[in-house]
T-cell receptor
Framework: NAGVMQNPRHLVRRRGQEARLRCSPM?????VYWYRQLPEEGLKFMVY????????ESGMPKERFSAEFPKEGPSILRIQQVVRGDSAAYFC???????????FGPGTRLTVT | AQKITQTQPGMFVQEKEAVTLDCTYD???????LFWYKQPSSGEMIFLIY??????QNATEGRYSLNFQKARKSANLVISASQLGDSAMYFC??????????????FGKGITLSVRP
């Protein structure tokens, strides 16, 4: 049973470009969460999605950030017009319905130059 | 208000000994869950153990156990028989169930554990 998959593992973008981060949840998992980890800090919640629905986006910055989890395909976290402060590790986690455990992917390390 | 507190600056333990990593939390929700994750230097987040607020017994998973003291709002992780591969960052996290069984996790700042040979 494959774990949560994220790609790319490393992403370098220049200021002003767009970053697209992908997450494929574990088989049978219909809930996806995105978290951001700044250096030397814990993870901060960004958004929680189910298929075709955003359930909780209370941790998403109001501008430039968006997320989706379409009926088919991976979940996408999109950052438009990236700035240096967006440099971080972005983790995706998934969980099955009605179970508390969240299983994390390996993360995408975004570097904005 | 900080919901998960991990204040130990860094922990050292001798190989094969036990070590306790501290975590205190704050919530007004009567139903919640507590988690521990391990983050080695390679960067991935590894789920270790889960404790529900209504669970009668402390959770155990192999060498990991969770010392859950509800009245004191603490959820310390105990690692028995430490191994060199246990050297990593350890994060305590909490889920409040205000919006159902699946909801976001709030993480502490983490504790670095170093196991000495």
């Amino acid at each position: 049973n494959a774990g949560v998959m994220q790609n790319p593992r490393h992403l370098v973008r220049r200021r002003g470009q767009e970053a697209r981060l992908r997450c494929s949840p574990m088989k049978g998992h219909s809930h996806v969460y995105w978290y951001r980890q700044l250096p030397e800090e814990g993870l901060k919640f960004m958004v929680y999605l189910q298929k075709e629905n955003i359930i909780d986006e209370s941790g998403m910055p109001k501008e430039r950030f968006s997320a989706e989890f379409p009926k088919e395909g991976p979940s996408i976290l999109r950052i438009q017009q990236v700035v240096r402060g967006d440099s971080a590790a972005y983790f995706c986690a998934s969980s099955p319905p009605l179970a508390p455990e969240q299983y994390f992917g390996p993360g995408t390390r975004l570097t904005v130059t | 208000a900080q919901k998960i507190t991990q204040t130990q600056p860094g922990m050292f333990v001798q190989e094969k000994e036990a070590v306790t990593l501290d975590c205190t939390y704050d919530t007004s929700d009567p139903s919640y869950g507590l988690f521990w994750y391990k983050q080695p230097s390679s960067g991935e987040m590894i789920f270790l153990i889960y404790q529900g607020s209504y669970d009668q017994q402390n959770a155990t998973e192999g060498r990991y156990s969770l010392n859950f003291q509800k009245a004191r709002k603490s959820a310390n992780l105990v690692i028995s028989a430490s191994q060199l591969g246990d050297s990593a960052m350890y994060f305590c996290a909490m889920r409040e169930t205000t919006i159902g069984a699946n909801s976001k996790l709030t993480f502490g700042k983490g504790i670095t554990l170093s196991v000495r040979p």
